[in-house]
């Protein structure tokens, strides 16, 4: 079973569609990540949080601990969207990163 | 600062050729990794430095890969008679200590 999982592994919308990706962890972390990543690799860091909410423009990011378990919500959804979105979570004796698979993402206009 | 640079970009060669790839990290981060991603899979840890000391290294690091950072700054990881698994984007990234993560472009490699 991976530490991280996330769902759904493909999301296609419309523009303007309310988006919500799921992750789940199974071991105590420290930090939970959310990364964007566009065709050609680069990797953008989006949020990182122990606890709560955190927002960013049209992106919000959450993580109830108890549950282990974090959302990343999209409002207004945007062709320029579309991306992978990845969950990786990071210990407190490491600052690694274990990764989840990614969700791709495409808006339609 | 002009964040994570890495180099080359692409790399092709043949099977049983050595390979080295460069990571210059953002000046002030003292942690450095590499990570690799294969074609639809999320990335993994290979390794990551503390300064200059290499701090963990992860199991999919064989003794064909090695990876230095001499003076805390640049880092260098080479593998060693390649072989056609390793195809795959090679990543650096940087950070200060328990802070977020930044990605370099990240290095494609494809053994032939």
């Known amino acids: 079973k991976n530490e991280v999982e996330q769902s759904p592994q493909n999301l296609t919308a419309q523009e303007g569609e309310f988006i919500t990706i799921n992750c789940s962890y199974s071991?105590?972390?420290?930090?939970l990540h959310w990364l964007q990543q566009h065709p050609g690799g680069g990797i953008v860091s989006l949020f990182m949080?122990?606890?709560g909410k955190k927002k960013h423009g049209r992106l919000i990011a959450t993580i109830n601990i108890l549950e282990k378990h974090s959302s990343l919500h999209i409002t207004a959804s945007h062709p320029r969207d579309s991306a992978v979105y990845i969950c990786?979570?990071?210990?407190?004796?490491?600052?690694?990163?274990?990764f989840g698979t990614g969700t791709r993402l495409q808006v339609f206009p | 600062d002009t964040g994570v640079s890495q180099d080359p970009r692409h790399k092709i060669t043949k099977r049983g050729q050595n390979v080295t790839f460069r990571c210059d990290p953002i000046s002030e981060h003292n942690r450095l990794y590499w990570y690799r991603q294969t074609l639809g899979q999320g990335p993994e840890f290979l390794t990551y430095?503390?300064?200059?000391?290499?701090?963990?290294k992860s199991r999919l690091l064989s003794d064909r890969f090695s990876a230095e950072r001499p003076k805390g700054s640049f880092s260098t990881l080479e593998i060693q008679r390649t072989e056609q698994g390793d195809s795959a984007m090679y990543l650096c990234?940087?950070?200060?200590?328990?802070?977020?993560?930044?990605f370099g472009p990240g290095t494609r490699l494809t053994v032939t």
């Open positions: 430095f503390q300064n200059e000391a290499q701090l963990e």
């Open positions: 949080l122990s606890s």
């Open positions: 071991v105590g972390i420290s930090a």
């Open positions: 990234a940087s950070s200060l200590l328990g802070d977020e993560q930044y």
């Open positions: 990786a979570v990071s210990f407190y004796n490491t600052d690694k990163l274990i």
